[in-house]
């Protein structure tokens, strides 16, 4: 059925998508630390994702929506078998999300600190356990004729799935750290360079080792295809715009990367949805996890009515909030910025 | 405890601090909005810096409102994947227009509001809150119209081969009688619920005595909104059960704890005793005929009674317990409806001395108006309790048991490891909102010229 693919997609644009965008704001929250030394140094890199995450982190709510909408077994195995991966990412998600409003609450230098180690904590943890999540999709997990998980925690955490979660996280470093050179100024910007470049020749390294091994697990030989051979490309160029000190160049690098890491994963994985380990046979695939024909056909009508909408007015919100951020501003006496107050 | 108590227990919890905060967001939302458009029609200073300070209540609430949703969105999966499973086709969409629909729009406006104040017109600027707000209300219809088909389910038919509910008319999901009156009913408590707050604020800070002419004015703009909005609020929610008597009868009978049938119908006020097993409390209080005009819109209406309804059951659907917990059933109906009395006489209260030009002065009232923060919360609980305690044993009236909807793969320990972990995650959370509400609560108004001034972030 042609409407379930196309839900397959739209399902693997939505995670890449969050991977794009809340990608460099994951970045930027596990970076804000070490980039901003002080604390309006720390706000200011804050700041630079201040106004979008919230916006951003929509992608990842709809993306699991999406599946449960359109392919309810799908999210029913997945969210169940990977139950104590799920707690975890959703206390890292919390953390996260509250230390954005609550860290700029209360001036005292122990309620930023602890609200610092959540944001960075949480931050570093959500890529990596979606990137695990990710990574037992196509990998493999104990799934019966029921399409039920049969296995224990231990089953999670394959090497390839674990390696999968490390890439991603150091991609969402890579992206979060040219973002911040790209939108701040002076030792800010100085320091997430050096940190982008840094990590850059890592990112490339882990991309170029984990597009093979993902062929070689979906069983499709080692020769990457097109989303494959852009990854790889995209991942040598950011690391050589970085250096190079070509911000705006390197930052769609990185997205582009970012995007095909993601993609390479998907595209894989189709036409399955979870490998049974069990017996290839018990896999989810699109045509038998698939919702009925007029719930897709509806949700196509609102997905193609209200998806340019949304691409729309994000759009515009980074268009209102192009402006680079400085230390500078968040001294004392200089404008904020921060909440409605 | 088994999974399947521990996976109710943690919804349950995770539901109702959930629903601590979208009402206030929603309410908080539709309010500041109010306030910055009159700032923007009349150019009166206080009207923005009162903005300001309602947003930054507004913001803190929506953080935590957007987080523990997502604990929301994934327990159906995590423990309820049986549940996911048969009914994703059908309840899966209204999440997914959610999301698309109105989510996004909420989020991304909410950054643009908060950020924005220096960046973008006054105009658009305006609009932004507006988004907002509308964004957040349409969010609670989807939701609202997911819940409402486990309680009615409308526009689906069972696929023959599956025995899965597929869903054959999404219009269905949002003409359904259940859905109409329970979306109106949460509309009208949030603005309940913000109004309550902006007038408890205001209140405290009229007692105080700074600003009173700002706090005048949100505390005159809390009343105006909450009076009419209580009100409202009981009559929809007296149709919204007749509603439910209709579809779910065995609700409606646990809520007056009425095993046998009666034609006409007495309230009662209170009861003694009453549990699951006892069928004869002694009721205090009894008010003729208004459990039949509250149950039916009929003066001598019928209410068959739970043991005649759960013979019934068994007949149809084979032998269990169809009865849901009648001490919540009881209890939550009448602590929703009493306290909801109280606000309203609160709003009563405040809507005379205004009328008498007394409202800044009256110390008592101020006091009062000020612990009437609690009751909103205490209300809106009552009515989840009422309605989804009242569905069990259903998951989804008629169509699957709660206990067939937990999920196979999940053990007992993790659920119970799951339940521990966001219990003191909510609780560390709570502590943490309390504190940051009621010091910005009692923060003095940013001097007037809040335009292009950072805010005053308050110290130790």
Same mark, same amino acid.
């Given at each position: 059925?042609?409407?379930?693919?196309?839900?397959?997609?739209?399902?693997?644009?939505?995670?890449?998508?969050?991977?794009?965008?809340?990608?460099?704001?994951?970045?930027?929250?596990?970076?804000?630390?070490?980039?901003?030394?002080?604390?309006?140094?720390?706000?200011?890199?804050?700041?630079?994702?201040?106004?979008?995450?919230?916006?951003?982190?929509?992608?990842?709510?709809?993306?699991?929506?999406?599946?449960?909408?359109?392919?309810?077994?799908?999210?029913?195995?997945?969210?169940?078998?990977?139950?104590?991966?799920?707690?975890?990412?959703?206390?890292?998600?919390?953390?996260?999300?509250?230390?954005?409003?609550?860290?700029?609450?209360?001036?005292?230098?122990?309620?930023?600190?602890?609200?610092?180690?959540?944001?960075?904590?949480?931050?570093?943890?959500?890529?990596?356990?979606?990137?695990?999540?990710?990574?037992?999709?196509?990998?493999?997990?104990?799934?019966?004729?029921?399409?039920?998980?049969?296995?224990?925690?231990?089953?999670?955490?394959?090497?390839?799935?674990?390696?999968? @979660?490390?890439?991603?996280?150091?991609?969402?470093?890579?992206?979060?750290?040219?973002?911040?050179?790209?939108?701040?100024?002076?030792?800010?910007?100085?320091?997430?360079?050096?940190?982008?470049?840094?990590?850059?020749?890592?990112?490339?390294?882990?991309?170029?080792?984990?597009?093979?091994?993902?062929?070689?697990?979906?069983?499709?030989?080692?020769?990457?295809?097109?989303?494959?051979?852009?990854?790889?490309?995209?991942?040598?160029?950011?690391?050589? !715009?970085?250096?190079?000190?070509?911000?705006?160049?390197?930052?769609?690098?990185?997205?582009?990367?970012?995007?095909?890491?993601?993609?390479?994963?998907? =595209?894989?994985?189709?036409?399955?949805?979870?490998?049974?380990?069990?017996?290839?046979?018990?896999?989810?695939?699109?045509?038998?996890?698939?919702?009925?024909?007029?719930?897709?056909?509806?949700?196509?009508?609102?997905?193609?009515?209200?998806?340019?909408?949304?691409?729309?007015?994000?759009?515009?919100?980074?268009?209102?909030?192009?402006?680079?951020?400085?230390?500078?501003?968040?001294?004392?006496?200089?404008?904020?910025?921060?909440?409605? @107050? | 405890?088994?999974? !399947?108590?521990?996976?109710?227990?943690?919804?349950?919890?995770?539901?109702?601090?959930?629903?601590?905060?979208?009402?206030?967001?929603?309410?908080?939302?539709?309010?500041?909005?109010?306030?910055?458009?009159?700032?923007?029609?009349?150019?009166?200073?206080?009207?923005?810096?009162?903005?300001?300070?309602?947003? =930054?209540?507004? =913001?803190?609430?929506?953080?935590?409102?957007?987080?523990?949703?997502?604990?929301?969105?994934?327990?159906?999966?995590?423990?309820?994947?049986?549940?996911?499973?048969?009914?994703?086709?059908?309840?899966?969409?209204?999440?997914?227009?959610?999301?698309?629909?109105?989510?996004?729009?909420?989020?991304?406006?909410? @950054?643009?509001?908060?950020?924005?104040?220096?960046?973008?017109?006054?105009?658009?600027?305006?609009?932004?809150?507006?988004?907002?707000?509308?964004?957040?209300?349409?969010?609670?219809?989807?939701?609202?119209?997911?819940?409402?088909?486990?309680?009615?389910?409308?526009?689906?038919?069972?696929?023959?081969?599956?025995?899965?509910?597929?869903?054959?008319?999404?219009?269905?999901?949002?003409?359904?009688?259940?859905?109409?009156?329970?979306?109106?009913?949460?509309?009208?408590?949030?603005?309940?619920?913000?109004?309550?707050?902006?007038?408890?604020?205001?209140?405290?800070?009229?007692?105080?005595?700074?600003?009173?002419?700002?706090?005048?004015?949100?505390?005159?703009?809390?009343?105006?909104?909450?009076?009419?909005?209580?009100?409202?609020?009981?009559?929809? @929610?007296?149709?919204?059960?007749?509603?439910?008597?209709?579809?779910?009868?065995?609700?409606?009978?646990?809520?007056?704890?009425?095993?046998?049938?009666?034609?006409?119908?007495?309230?009662?006020?209170?009861?003694?005793?009453?549990?699951?097993?006892?069928?004869?409390?002694?009721?205090?209080?009894?008010?003729?005929?208004?459990?039949?005009?509250?149950?039916?819109?009929?003066?001598?209406?019928?209410?068959?009674?739970?043991?005649?309804?759960?013979?019934?059951?068994?007949?149809?659907?084979?032998?269990?317990?169809?009865?849901?917990?009648?001490?919540?059933?009881?209890?939550?109906?009448?602590?929703?409806?009493?306290?909801?009395?109280?606000?309203?006489?609160?709003?009563?209260?405040?809507?005379?001395?205004?009328?008498?030009?007394?409202?800044?002065?009256?110390?008592?009232?101020?006091?009062?108006?000020?612990?009437?923060? =609690?009751?909103?919360?205490?209300?809106?609980?009552?009515?989840?309790?009422?309605?989804?305690?009242?569905?069990?044993?259903?998951?989804?009236?008629?169509?699957?048991?709660?206990?067939?909807?937990?999920?196979?793969?999940?053990?007992?320990?993790?659920?119970?490891?799951?339940?521990?972990?966001?219990?003191?995650?909510?609780?560390?959370?709570?502590?943490?909102?309390?504190?940051?509400?009621?010091?910005?609560?009692?923060?003095?108004?940013?001097?007037?010229?809040?335009?292009?001034?950072?805010?005053?972030?308050?110290?130790?």
């Amino acid at each position: 059925m042609a409407l379930a693919t196309f839900w397959f997609i739209l399902t693997a644009v939505l995670w890449t998508g969050f991977f794009i965008l809340e990608g460099f704001d994951l970045g930027v929250g596990i970076l804000h630390a070490v980039v901003g030394r002080d604390e309006p140094g720390r706000r200011a890199v804050i700041s630079t994702i201040g106004p979008l995450w919230d916006g951003n982190e929509v992608w990842l709510i709809v993306a699991a929506a999406s599946m449960f909408a359109a392919f309810p077994g799908w999210y029913a195995t997945m969210f169940s078998g990977l139950y104590p991966a799920m707690v975890l990412l959703l206390v890292a998600l919390i953390l996260r999300g509250v230390s954005f409003e609550f860290r700029e609450k209360v001036l005292a230098p122990h309620w930023r600190r602890a609200w610092t180690v959540c944001l960075s904590g949480g931050s570093l943890l959500v890529p990596l356990l979606i990137g695990i999540a990710l990574g037992d999709l196509l990998y493999g997990l104990p799934i019966d004729q029921d399409q039920e998980f049969t296995g224990g925690l231990g089953d999670l955490f394959s090497a390839y799935s674990v390696f999968a @979660g490390l890439t991603l996280a150091v991609l969402c470093v890579q992206h979060g750290a040219t973002f911040i050179t790209l939108k701040t100024t002076g030792e800010l910007r100085g320091r997430a360079s050096l940190l982008a470049r840094r990590v850059a020749p890592v990112t490339a390294l882990a991309v170029l080792a984990f597009l093979p091994w993902t062929h070689s697990t979906a069983g499709k030989g080692v020769l990457p295809n097109l989303v494959a051979l852009i990854a790889a490309l995209a991942v040598l160029a950011a690391a050589w !715009l970085v250096t190079v000190r070509r911000e705006g160049w390197a930052f769609t690098a990185t997205t582009v990367a970012i995007a095909t890491t993601v993609l390479a994963v998907f =595209v894989d994985l189709y036409p399955r949805l979870m490998v049974s380990s069990t017996d290839p046979a018990y896999s989810l695939t699109v045509q038998n996890s698939a919702s009925g024909g007029y719930a897709l056909k509806v949700m196509s009508v609102v997905a193609i009515v209200f998806f340019p909408l949304v691409l729309a007015y994000q759009g515009w919100t980074w268009h209102v909030f192009r402006r680079r951020v400085s230390a500078e501003q968040y001294t004392v006496g200089g404008a904020t910025g921060d909440a409605a @107050g | 405890m088994s999974q !399947l108590d521990l996976a109710r227990l943690q919804f349950a919890m995770t539901s109702i601090y959930h629903f601590l905060f979208v009402p206030i967001t929603i309410g908080l939302g539709f309010l500041t909005a109010l306030l910055q458009t009159g700032w923007h029609r009349t150019g009166r200073q206080e009207l923005l810096r009162l903005t300001r300070f309602f947003g =930054v209540l507004l =913001v803190i609430n929506i953080a935590v409102g957007v987080v523990t949703g997502l604990v929301q969105e994934f327990q159906f999966g995590m423990d309820w994947s049986a549940y996911a499973r048969t009914v994703g086709d059908v309840f899966g969409a209204p999440l997914a227009m959610e999301g698309l629909a109105a989510f996004f729009l909420e989020s991304t406006f909410l @950054g643009l509001w908060v950020f924005g104040w220096d960046r973008l017109p006054p105009r658009v600027h305006l609009a932004t809150i507006w988004l907002v707000a509308v964004g957040g209300a349409l969010s609670a219809a989807f939701i609202m119209a997911a819940n409402s088909w486990m309680q009615h389910p409308v526009g689906y038919t069972v696929d023959p081969d599956t025995g899965q509910p597929r869903l054959n008319d999404v219009w269905a999901l949002f003409t359904n009688p259940v859905f109409l009156r329970g979306y109106l009913h949460v509309m009208l408590a949030s603005l309940t619920t913000g109004a309550v707050l902006m007038l408890a604020v205001s209140a405290w800070q009229l007692r105080k005595g700074s600003a009173p002419l700002a706090f005048h004015a949100s505390a005159r703009l809390a009343l105006v909104v909450l009076v009419p909005a209580v009100m409202l609020g009981m009559l929809v @929610g007296s149709e919204l059960g007749v509603t439910e008597g209709k579809y779910q009868p065995m609700k409606i009978a646990a809520a007056e704890a009425q095993w046998t049938t009666c034609q006409p119908c007495s309230f009662s006020l209170f009861q003694i005793g009453g549990g699951q097993n006892d069928h004869d409390p002694t009721k205090i209080i009894e008010i003729p005929h208004l459990l039949s005009l509250l149950a039916t819109n009929h003066w001598n209406g019928q209410v068959v009674g739970m043991d005649p309804l759960q013979s019934q059951y068994e007949q149809q659907y084979g032998p269990g317990n169809y009865v849901p917990n009648v001490f919540i059933q009881y209890w939550s109906m009448r602590v929703m409806a009493y306290l909801a009395v109280l606000v309203l006489l609160v709003g009563l209260w405040g809507l005379w001395l205004l009328y008498r030009r007394r409202l800044s002065s009256a110390r008592l009232f101020h006091r009062v108006a000020v612990w009437t923060a =609690v009751l909103p919360p205490l209300i809106n609980t009552a009515g989840w309790l009422l309605t989804e305690s009242g569905r069990q044993p259903w998951i989804v009236q008629g169509i699957q048991l709660t206990r067939q909807g937990v999920s196979p793969s999940v053990t007992t320990a993790t659920v119970a490891t799951s339940l521990i972990v966001f219990f003191l995650l909510y609780a560390v959370l709570s502590v943490v909102e309390v504190v940051l509400m009621t010091r910005y609560a009692r923060r003095e108004l940013a001097p007037p010229t809040a335009e292009s001034t950072p805010v005053p972030t308050p110290t130790y």
